[in-house]
């Protein structure tokens, strides 16, 4: 197992009918603002009950943050935080209202230009470069980033989306209601059990180094999800299925599988250009690349593909390449049932279009990618042209 440091200071508040904590855990002084997105939580009359939960607090409110939350679209909300001396915020939705809202958190009081937020890439803004942070809090509306409970996020600006993250944008709380999530429209919900499958397998599919804990907190999450999946998509208001829903994407991508073992996030960073390109869902292009990255990177990711095969879905006859390659096959067959589909060409994107994909990972610096750092451009061309 490798070295690591493990923090996360986010408390979780999971259940029904949880709204109420908020008044425990928001400041009774705090003004506040409630960030939202394109409108459901208002006509839901989410807003509205969050609203009458905080009482007696000042409150205001900023909608429509974007699905890919927009960096002058934030920068907006900044601005208001200095004007109306915002000391805390209440982010309600799913991952992009909470992804925009830790840059707002950010940038509110960033010390130089705040896309040097968006620049540091995967290097950690710090505490020297703001002059104070903004603290808040999430109610989430959508499972599937792991926002809730960690301290990054993706924002989209000109050209591309962008990761940033800092140890100072956890949530101070979240409150993971599932029955929040009934109405959601049937893509979002496979989407987000195809982000939370895939942020598990992006931190398990790598190279074997002992983490025997990790390993089987993985497979439990993507055994889980393979269990689950459907049942989120033709029974949305079953409750212990969506509850199980929430709390495996959180798990997936708070922090806890992936200490002490080496992490490959090329389906994502692949994804984010096909997303900015061609305006496909984020899930839906995790399932477009993920299985094509597996068939070109299965020599790299022998020993944990054949893990997978044999410990996830159960494969136990057959060959070493055998078993791998039906493994392969039925995370494709797992999205597809989902009702996503898994092929370039079903997007409209054709192979004319893949240099340009290439072209933008060159541009945004993504040339050496995987858990090796020896996914090249060339390796990403393959994969691209595997998954037409």
């Known amino acids: 197992m490798m070295n690591f440091e493990l923090y996360n200071p986010t408390r979780i508040i999971f259940g029904k009918d949880k709204l109420d904590s908020i008044d425990k855990y928001v400041p009774a002084d705090a003004v506040v603002l409630i960030t939202y997105g394109g409108g459901s939580a208002v006509k839901s009359g989410l807003i509205e009950k969050v609203k009458k939960v905080l009482g007696n607090r000042k409150v205001m409110e900023f909608g429509g943050i974007e699905p890919n939350p927009r960096y002058l679209t934030l920068m907006k909300a900044a601005v208001m935080v200095r004007k109306e001396k915002i000391n805390f915020i209440l982010a309600v939705g799913g991952g992009s209202v909470i992804d925009g809202t830790k840059f707002i958190c950010l940038a509110s009081y960033f010390k130089g230009n705040p896309l040097g937020i968006l620049e540091a890439g995967f290097r950690p803004i710090t505490p020297a470069e703001v ?213 370039l060409t079903d997007y409209g994107v054709n192979p004319a279009q893949i240099e340009t994909i290439v072209g933008h990972l060159r541009e945004h610096g993504f040339t050496q990618l995987g858990e090796s750092h020896d996914h090249s451009l060339e390796t990403s061309r393959e994969i691209l042209e595997k998954a037409l």
């Open 131 to 343: 002059e104070k942070v903004i603290p808040f809090a999430a109610v989430l509306t959508l499972p599937a980033t792991g926002s809730e409970m960690n301290n990054g996020g993706v924002v989209t600006y000109a050209h591309g989306k962008f990761p940033f993250k800092s140890d100072m944008t956890f949530p101070v709380f979240s409150i993971l209601d599932p029955s929040l999530s009934f109405t959601l429209p049937k893509i979002q919900v496979a989407n987000g059990v195809v982000d939370a499958f895939v942020h598990t397998t992006e931190q398990y599919l790598t190279y074997p180094v002992d983490a025997r804990l990790q390993d089987r907190m993985a497979e439990g999450i993507l055994q889980t999800l393979v269990e689950i999946g459907s049942t989120n998509i033709a029974e949305p208001e079953n409750y212990d299925a969506r509850a199980n829903l929430y709390w495996n994407a959180t798990m997936a991508l708070n922090g806890f599988i992936g200490v002490g073992v080496p992490q490959d996030w090329a389906t994502h960073m692949m994804g984010h250009e096909l997303t900015h390109l061609f305006g496909i869902d984020h899930g839906q292009t995790l399932a477009i690349l993920l299985p094509a990255l597996l068939e070109v990177r299965r020599k790299n990711k022998h020993a944990k593909l054949l893990q997978y095969a044999e410990r996830v879905w159960g494969i136990s006859t057959g060959s070493e390449d055998e078993k791998i390659s039906l493994a392969i096959k039925k995370t494709r067959e797992f999205f597809e049932s989902l009702g996503i589909k898994t092929r």
